[in-house]
């Protein structure tokens, strides 16, 4: 009874048997999607998913990646090791060590990127030596040395040093050298130092020291030093010292030194020494300047002033040395050879000294 319901006929042809058989293994080796995607990598990929080694341009790999140079590099995590930089159209993403023999980079890098020269298109967040020069298109937040130099089209925040300087456009958080000079685009907060200068296009807060010169594009608080001059477009909050001078654009509260003058745009409150001459608008506070002192018209002057020549156009409120002192308004003590008082009706030019309440 079972034969009538089951029934199983065979080809009596041999050939015809062999055909079958070919087409059923045939049908086994098929491309599936699965392995039309590993046929497509561009790459070596030796990994149990994504963990293992991959030798060439592998898209994705946890572990260990041999490549000559990156152009469809999606994300590695573990060390990736390139011949040359990425190409410009690369959107790869290193979590981990980037090795270049010579050349390495990553369009971002988080991690730690070593190379004769190390390129990212983004951000580069860790740890990064290149010997000739270390480049991010974005921050870069770590320590970083270059060799030639450093620079950042973002932020800095760590510390980047540069053999010939370090530049950023935007801002930097932390210490930052460059053998000839230091340059932000935008604030400076912490320790510069560059071997000819050191330029923010903002506002400064730290301590600044530049073989040349050092320059602030808005307010600046903290010490800055510089071997020609110091300049602030805004206002100095702190210690100042140019080698030949100091020029304050608005007010300045501390001490200033300049080597050949000093100058002050708005009121200044503290200490200043020149070696050849001042000015200011208004001031309160001990002015020394060998050479020459003034006080603009409308403006005034609280305290001692040392200098061969006192010219106050406006009024001084205090004690000027010198050899000749001339005040427009005089409510103080004048010490010098010749002493002019032009607010008083009587005695107004006296040797030694002239004093009126």
């Known amino acids: 009874m079972l034969r009538s319901f089951v029934r199983i006929s065979l080809p009596a042809d041999p050939t015809a048997i062999a055909l079958g058989m070919a087409l059923v293994l ?36 946890d572990g260990v990646r041999l490549n000559f140079r990156d152009l469809e590099l999606d994300r590695v995590r573990g060390l990736n090791v390139t011949i040359w930089e990425p190409h410009e159209a690369s959107r790869g993403h290193v979590v981990g060590i980037a090795l270049g023999l010579p050349l390495t980079g990553a369009h971002r890098l988080t991690g730690v990127g070593a190379g004769v020269g190390l390129s990212v298109d983004e951000d580069l967040t860790g740890a990064g030596v290149g010997l000739l020069g270390i480049g ?4 870069i937040r770590g320590v970083f040395l270059g060799g030639m130099g450093a620079g950042a089209g973002g932020d800095v925040e760590g510390i980047a040093l540069g053999g010939l300087g370090v530049g950023t456009g935007g801002t930097v958080r932390g210490v930052v050298a460059g053998g000839l000079g230091v340059g932000a685009g935008e604030n400076l907060n912490g320790l510069a130092v560059g071997g000819l200068g050191v330029g923010v296009g903002g506002t400064f807060v730290g301590v600044a020291a530049g073989g040349l010169g050092m320059g602030v594009g808005g307010d600046a608080r903290g010490i800055l030093m510089g071997g020609l001059g110091v300049g602030t477009g805004g206002s100095l909050t702190g210690i100042a010292l140019g080698g030949l001078g100091v020029g304050v654009g608005e007010d300045m509260h501390g001490l200033a030194l300049g080597g050949a003058g000093v100058g002050v745009g708005g009121a200044m409150r503290g200490v200043i020494v020149a070696g050849g001459g001042a000015g200011l608008t208004n001031g309160r506070g001990l002015v020394i300047a060998p050479g020459y002192f003034r006080v603009e018209e409308a403006g005034s002057f609280h305290g001692v002033s040392v200098s061969a020549f006192n ?44 004093y009126h309440p």
């Open 26 to 61: 045939a049908g086994a080796f098929l491309p599936t999607e699965g392995s039309r995607a590993a046929a497509q990598e561009p790459g070596l990929k030796l990994a149990i998913g994504d963990l293992g080694l991959g030798i060439g341009d592998v898209r994705r790999l």
């Open 136 to 139: 991010a298109g974005g921050r």
């Open 311 to 354: 010219d106050i156009r406006g009024s001084q409120r205090g004690l000027a040395i010198g050899l000749i002192n001339i005040a427009n308004e005089l409510h103080g003590l004048q010490v010098g050879l010749v002493n002019i008082a032009r607010n008083k009706d009587s005695f107004s030019v006296l040797p030694l000294f002239n």
